[in-house]
């Protein structure tokens, strides 16, 4: 059941799932349900989502205690290419926080 919905999935859409026999990228509210389900992380499900209806190939690497980073990655990136940029982006979004919090103080 999709917690912010309330609404459930059916015995017929997972068998279409499982089958190959969903035209379309799911509404969301059914990627949650399908994450808590299958006990996962929403947002890495919503990845393998996007990555088999749309085709992009989507990177999610954790990113501190309890943050992650996921972004897509450049068309033909190995994984070792897509661990160096996750890597960089990383260091630019913690040095942008950083300088962010002095002009703050």
């Known amino acids: 059941m999709s917690q912010s919905t309330g609404q459930r999935l059916t015995a017929q859409w997972i068998t279409d799932v499982l089958?190959?026999?969903v035209p379309r990228m799911p509404d969301m509210w059914r990627l949650e349900a399908l994450a808590a389900g299958l006990g996962m992380d929403a947002d890495s499900l919503k990845g393998l989502a996007i990555t088999q209806w749309i085709g992009w190939e989507i990177v999610d690497v954790p990113a501190g205690v309890g943050e992650r980073l996921i972004f897509r990655a450049p068309?033909?990136?190995t994984a070792e290419q897509c661990t160096q940029l996750a890597d960089e982006l990383i260091k630019a979004i913690g040095s942008a926080h950083t300088s962010t919090q002095r002009d703050e103080a």
């Open 75 to 77: 068309r033909g990136y």
């Open 19 to 21: 089958s190959g026999r």
